[in-house]
């Protein structure tokens, strides 16, 4: 079994800034990718940030230069830091991973529950 869960959601005002945390946990063998998608409503679910194992990184447009994602390898976790919140940012947060349970198992996606960002004043 393998859980994502988010947290570092919340209510903040344009400008502000929050960090999301996500951790995996379970049976995991190895973790390829980890990112960030976001769904606001009315809208389809859009990826925010990708990070991969080695490290590199790739961005949504829109966030590009406000956003950063990291990832601590030891801990299974991945990091957004957003800064510079917009009001069009408001969405649910999900994590996403791409992970192998075991020697052999197929790379599969795992997902979070989510987390609510909110920008408003």
């Known amino acids: 079994q393998v859980q994502l869960v988010e947290s570092g959601g919340g209510l903040v005002q344009p400008g502000g800034s929050l960090r999301l945390s996500c951790a995996a946990s379970?049976?995991?063998?190895?973790?390829?990718?980890m990112a960030w998608y976001r769904q606001a409503p009315g809208k389809q679910r859009e990826l925010v940030a990708v990070?991969?194992?080695?490290?590199?990184?790739n961005y949504a447009d829109s966030v590009k230069g406000r956003f950063t994602i990291s990832r601590d390898n030891a801990k299974n976790t991945v990091y957004l830091q957003m800064n510079s919140l917009k009001p069009e940012d408001t969405a649910v947060y999900y994590c996403n991973a791409v992970l192998s349970r075991y020697y052999n198992d197929p790379p599969t996606n795992y997902w979070g529950q989510g987390t609510q960002v909110t920008v408003s004043s």
């Open positions: 379970g049976n995991i063998f190895s973790i390829y990718a």
């Open positions: 990070i991969t194992k080695g490290g590199s990184t």
